[in-house]
Nanobody, 115 residues
Framework: QVQLVESGGGLVQPGGSLRLSCAASGITSSINTMGWYRQAPGKQREMVATITRPGRITYADSVKGRFAISRDNAGSTVYLQMNSLKPEDTAVYYC?????????YGQGTQVTVSS
């Protein structure tokens, strides 16, 4: 079992920055990939960024050049630095951890980009 706890969401003006954090606990050695997904009202959940245990990173096209994902050396905490935020980035952001058996998601943290 893996538990995920996100923090760092909030309200920010367009062009601003936020940093999300996600701490994993439980059998963290079983985690292969960690990442962030988001879901806006009325839309499907979409991948934002992922990072594998060896450090391979993937970004959604819509956030390339603005967001940066990173992971601590222990592999149990993942961060998402979000810069140049746009109103269309408004969504609930979910931390994700992939294991051999199944994916896990956190409870989500709201990010609202508005003036």
């Amino acid at each position: 079992q893996v538990q995920l706890v996100e923090s760092g969401g909030g309200l920010v003006q367009p062009g601003g920055s936020l940093r999300l954090s996600c701490a994993a606990s439980g059998i963290t050695s079983s985690i292969n990939t960690m990442g962030w997904y988001r879901q806006a009202p009325g839309k499907q959940r979409e991948m934002v960024a992922t990072i594998t245990r060896p450090g391979r990173i993937t970004y959604a096209d819509s956030v390339k050049g603005r967001f940066a994902i990173s992971r601590d050396n222990a592999g149990s905490t993942v961060y998402l630095q979000m810069n140049s935020l746009k109103p269309e980035d408004t969504a609930v952001y979910y931390c994700n951890a992939m294991t051999i058996l199944r994916p896990y998601y956190g409870q989500g943290t709201q990010v609202t980009v508005s003036s």
